[in-house]
Structure formats: structure tokens, C-alpha cells
T-cell receptor, first 114, second 114 residues
């Protein structure tokens, strides 16, 4: 079964600085999708960035980028120029190619200090 | 499009009572997922539908849980004879299979069993 591990329960960053959140996963599949979701306090989960496993190029969305290492089964999220609004729980998630379900890590709580 | 909606947002019930939650997906989405999220954890997959067919159920979905999507649009999740361990956030998500692999989440229903 696929598992997703986020080894950093909490992280903090100074406003305008850069922070990297770690994620590793375990799978025997070759085709799959990886996601980072953001869940602000008492608000719904929103997609931050996604990566298709067959693509070697790392995904980028504005201030958010990933470092996808398929062989190492690692999928980290880098947030540049951190803003106060980035404070939230961040979940790394794995989905098989059929997208039948999504497996989530336990999350990393990001605090942004002004 | 108004996104995925869930009703109610909060539910407090006494142990042993039955509860039912509703999810309205994004209108053109043919897949609908249910997840459960406990405090400090990532969401756990419960079940998913493609149109009106329930295609997969997690072992987490005990016999007391039942989900339906009768016309391939909205879905209901019923929990019979609730237990304190059922207290959690119940999340619904939807996607458009074979077109996009992104899942869009609703705000969730927070269940408290006293």
C-alpha cells in the first residue's frame, strides 16, 4: 500500500524568507500524481501544486515550487518570499494513476513570523 | 461554479444516534470522494463514487457507515449508532475522471459525538 510521510510536524519561517517542507512516499507504481494541499485554520483544503510522476521537470506555481526526486521517492515543497497568509497546515498527498483515492501525510504546520 | 458544498457544517449528536451528511460536488464532476480527518492528522480515504456507482470502500468504512449517490449528483454519508470514535471532520471531494486528476474539497462537516 502507498504511504506518505511528512517528518516535520511543525515548521516556522520569517516573513519574506524561504522554507522547504519535506515529504517522502512509498509506492511500487510507476505512474502516479503527487500534490501539496494547504489547509488554513478552520478553512477548506485547497490545492497548492501538483506533479505528474512521468514529468521530470519540477512543477512551479508562482512562489511555490517542488523538488521531485522520483528515485528517492521524495517530493518537497519550497515556499519563497513567505507571506503571513501562507500560515496553514500543509499536506503532501499521493494519488495512483487511476485516481481512485488519495493518500495523505500527517501534515506540517507552518507558522509565518512577521 | 460554487465549488463543493457540504451540509451541515457542524453536527453534535449523542452516542447511539444516527447522523447523515450531504455533499454537493462541482456540477460537472463525475467522481465524488469521502474522507475522514481527525485532529492533527491528514484525511483518510473512506469511499468514492463514479457517477452513481460506489467503486471502492476503505476498511475504515465499518458496517455502520453507508454512502449513496443515487442520481450521480449529490451524495449522502450516514453513520448509524454513532460512537465517540466517530468524532472527526468528514470531507467530501470531487473530480472529473479521465480529464483532470485534481480533487476539489468541500469545507467539511465536523461531527462531535457526546
Amino acid at each position: 500500500a502507498q504511504t506518505v510521510t511528512q517528518s516535520q510536524p511543525e515548521m516556522s519561517v520569517q516573513e519574506a524568507e524561504t522554507v522547504t517542507l519535506s515529504c517522502t512516499y512509498d509506492t511500487s507504481e510507476s505512474d502516479y500524481y503527487l500534490f501539496w494541499y494547504k489547509q488554513p485554520p478552520s478553512r477548506q483544503m485547497i490545492l497548492v501544486i501538483r506533479q505528474e510522476a512521468y514529468k521530470q521537470q519540477n512543477a512551479t506555481e508562482n512562489r511555490f515550487s517542488v523538488n521531485f526526486q522520483k528515485a528517492a521517492k521524495s517530493f518537497s515543497l519550497k515556499i519563497s518570499d513567505s507571506q503571513l497568509g501562507d500560515a496553514a497546515m500543509y499536506f503532501c498527498a499521493y494519488s495512483s494513476y487511476n485516481n481512485n483515492d488519495m493518500r495523505f501525510g500527517a501534515g506540517t504546520r507552518l507558522t509565518v513570523k512577521p | 461554479d460554487t465549488g463543493v458544498s457540504q451540509d451541515p457544517r457542524h453536527k453534535i449528536t449523542k452516542r447511539g444516534q444516527n447522523v447523515t451528511f450531504r455533499c454537493d460536488p462541482i456540477s460537472e464532476h463525475n467522481r465524488l470522494y469521502w474522507y475522514r480527518q481527525t485532529l492533527g492528522q491528514g484525511p483518510e480515504f473512506l469511499t468514492y463514487f463514479q457517477n452513481e456507482a460506489q467503486l471502492e470502500k476503505s476498511r475504515l468504512l465499518s458496517d455502520r457507515f453507508s454512502a449513496e449517490r443515487p442520481k450521480g449528483s449529490f451524495s449522502t454519508l450516514e453513520i448509524q449508532r454513532t460512537e465517540q470514535g466517530d468524532s472527526a471532520m468528514y470531507l467530501c471531494a470531487s473530480s472529473l475522471a479521465y480529464v483532470s486528476y485534481e480533487q476539489y474539497f468541500g469545507p467539511g462537516t465536523r461531527l462531535t459525538v457526546t
